[in-house]
Every structure is written in structure tokens, then in C-alpha cells.
Antibody, heavy 118, light 111 residues
Framework: QVQLVQSGAEVKKPGASVKVSCKASGYTFSSYGISWVRQAPGQGLEWMGWISPYNGNTNYGQNFQGRVTMTTDTSTSTAHMELRSLRSDDTAVYYC???????????WGQGTLVTVSS | QSALTQPRSVSGSPGQSVTISCTGT?????????VSWYQQHPGKAPKLMIF???KRPSGVPDRFSGSKSGNTASLTISGLQAEDEADYYC???????????FGTGTKVTVL
């Protein structure tokens, strides 16, 4: 079965960077895109961006351009999302999700809590 | 890209039907037949319930249905059950640059 397993919770100081990983299994990793979505405490979902493991093409949401980098490692079927220049309002649960056709997300990771605090 | 507009909450008794609206613009909901809906229970990851406006993934009960008219998409839950109590989010494709935008979310309460 399709499974996305994310790395553990992180605590970072303002201005630092964080890198969250997402290991996929149960399907051909390079055949499906990966999107990243975040959810601040008590808030809604926010799409951050998308990457194609097949060719590395990316597309980032306007709110994150210049501050986020998404990469994949096909040898380990793992996607990574790095967010830089962290602020307190970046405190959120970050999810990776399989993205078959760039318009919906059919499997999700369990989420990674990133806390930004001085 | 502004979030799609959903009602903050809806409620219904077991067995009743509830409908959640999701209003966007001609640049997202109205421009493409690519609206999806997600169910999220507290502390859990979202779950895909509807994609491409009205298609149900395997395993999703047929009590859940989706539709769209103009710039507004809708999710209807028929025969409401206790386990349907959750937050629901719509999502729409927005074109080739930013791809996706979520709705503001709706809390469904089973009375």
C-alpha cells in the first residue's frame, strides 16, 4: 500500500532553516509528483509547492518563493522540503502528499511539527 | 492567490444531509473541473474524499458526493453518521503557476 513517512518534529530559532523529509513506499516514486502542504495551529491548509521526482521540476506557491527548496532523491524514494529564514508564523505541521496529476492529493504523510521559537 | 471561501461550520442530525459550499473565482473553481475535497479529523492528516469535482476514490462511501456550478463547488454528505464529524477542506487547481489553493475549511458537527 502507498505510504509516506515523514521525519520527526523540529524546534528551530527565528532565522534558521529546517529540512523535512518524506520517504515513499508502495508505488513507483518517480511516476507521481509530491506536494507539500502546511497547517498552522488551529488554522487551515496551505499549499506550498510541488515537485516532480521524474525530472526535478518544481513549482512553488507565491508565499514561499525565494524561501523554499524542494528536492527528491530517487535512489531512496525520498522527498525533501527546506524552508529558510524561519519566522514564528512558520510554526505549523508540514505534510507531504502524493500528487498524481497536479490537481489532487491522494495519499498523505503523517505530518511533521516545526516549531519556531526563540 | 486568496483562499477559497467555505462556511465556518455546518451541522446536522444523524441520517440527515448537509452540503458544504466552496466559492472561488473564474481563475480557479470556475475555470477548471479540478476541485477536490478533504476530510480531516483532529490530529490526523487530511484524507481525499472527492477529486475532479465529483469522482470518489475507492473506499470512500457513496454518501459523499461533489458537484460544481459556476464559481462554486459543493460537497454533500447524505445519511450523516457520527464518524463524519470532522473538518472539510476544498481545493482547486489554479493554473500553471501556483497550481493549488485550499478553502478556508468547514467544521461539520453531527448533532
Amino acid at each position: 500500500q502507498v505510504q509516506l513517512v515523514q521525519s520527526g518534529a523540529e524546534v528551530k530559532k527565528p532565522g534558521a532553516s529546517v529540512k523535512v523529509s518524506c520517504k515513499a513506499s508502495g508505488y513507483t516514486f518517480s511516476s507521481y509528483g509530491i506536494s507539500w502542504v502546511r497547517q498552522a495551529p488551529g488554522q487551515g491548509l496551505e499549499w506550498m509547492g510541488w515537485i516532480s521526482p521524474y525530472n526535478g521540476n518544481t513549482n512553488y506557491g507565491q508565499n514561499f518563493q525565494g524561501r523554499v527548496t524542494m528536492t527528491t532523491d530517487t535512489s531512496t524514494s525520498t522527498a525533501h522540503m527546506e524552508l529558510r529564514s524561519l519566522r514564528s508564523d512558520d510554526t505549523a505541521v508540514y505534510y507531504c502528499a502524493r500528487d498524481p496529476t497536479r490537481d489532487y492529493f491522494d495519499s498523505w504523510g503523517q505530518g511533521t511539527l516545526v516549531t519556531v521559537s526563540s | 492567490q486568496s483562499a477559497l471561501t467555505q462556511p465556518r461550520s455546518v451541522s446536522g442530525s444523524p441520517g440527515q444531509s448537509v452540503t458544504i459550499s466552496c466559492t472561488g473565482t473564474s481563475n480557479d473553481v470556475g475555470g477548471y473541473n479540478y476541485v477536490s475535497w478533504y476530510q480531516q479529523h483532529p490530529g490526523k492528516a487530511p484524507k481525499l474524499m472527492i477529486f475532479d469535482v465529483s469522482k470518489r476514490p475507492s473506499g470512500v462511501p457513496d454518501r459523499f458526493s461533489g458537484s460544481k456550478s459556476g464559481n462554486t463547488a459543493s460537497l454533500t454528505i447524505s445519511g450523516l453518521q457520527a464518524e463524519d464529524e470532522a473538518d472539510y477542506y476544498c481545493c482547486s487547481y489554479t493554473g500553471t503557476y501556483t497550481y493549488s489553493v485550499f478553502g478556508t475549511g468547514t467544521k461539520v458537527t453531527v448533532l
